[in-house]
């Protein structure tokens, strides 16, 4: 069966930190795979992409690896702070015509001061 | 910076009632998508448009639920009856055509079936 699993409800580190998030795929071919960060009661906010030939991507703080032979996406912040603190949530890209994207559950991160 | 708007931000029904949200998405935007979000859980596609037309509804119960978007511009998902297990947020996103498939969601719209 095809599956997403990002590797745990809930992750807690110290402010300063990086925060090392996973996300592995069973049974899916994306084309692309994309990060969102969510906060409590609204909606999610866009982060990065990273294309499946392509093995890093960098936004500031942020680190995104693609392995397609794992089917696994690493993803990094590094100096986290404690406005950090969210709900991280990948999502596979198949690509075509559609464009629709394939959500994980998400992992609650806490950055503590 | 544009946004995605969605209204009403909360809706509180009673089962077996009538409820409709509302989605005005960034302009130019030619994709919107409908995603229903549990508790605990990712976001779920319901439906997608491309401009007025429907690409994928797959996944939406149709017996109680239905989404138009009759001029290509905003849009409005309805569920008639509600259920109990329909009690999620409803979240609005769009995407401009041929773009790298970034979704810009709006605040959802939270419901709750009693």
């Known amino acids: 069966s095809q599956k997403i699993e990002q590797n745990s409800e809930a992750l807690n580190i110290q402010e300063g930190k990086t925060a090392t998030l996973t996300c592995n795929y069973t049974n899916y071919s994306p084309a692309y795979l994309q990060w969102y960060r969510q906060d409590p009661g609204r909606g999610p906010v866009f982060l990065l992409l990273i294309r499946e030939n392509e093995k890093e991507k960098r936004k500031e703080r942020l680190k995104v690896t693609f392995d397609t032979t794992l089917k696994q996406s690493l993803f990094h912040i590094t100096a986290s702070q404690p406005a950090d603190s969210a709900t991280y949530l990948c999502a596979l890209g198949l690509g075509g015509s559609q464009g629709n994207l394939i959500f994980g559950k998400g992992t609650k991160l806490s950055v503590k001061p | 910076e544009a946004e995605v708007a969605q209204s009403p931000r909360y809706k509180i029904t009673e089962k077996s009632q009538a409820v409709a949200f509302w989605c005005d998405p960034i302009?130019?935007?030619?994709?919107l998508y409908w995603y229903r979000q549990i508790l605990g859980q990712g976001p779920e596609l319901l439906v997608q448009?491309?401009?007025?037309?429907?690409?994928?509804d797959s996944q939406l119960p149709k017996d109680r639920f239905s989404a138009e978007r009759l001029k290509g511009v905003d849009s409005t998902l309805k569920i008639q009856p509600a259920e109990l297990g329909d009690s999620a947020m409803y979240l609005c996103?769009?995407?401009?055509?041929?773009?790298?498939?970034?979704?810009?969601f709006g605040e959802g719209s939270r419901l709750t079936v009693l």
């Open positions: 448009f491309q401009d007025e037309s429907v690409v994928d």
């Open positions: 996103a769009s995407s401009q055509r041929g773009g790298t498939g970034e979704l810009f």
């Open positions: 302009s130019g935007h030619a994709t």
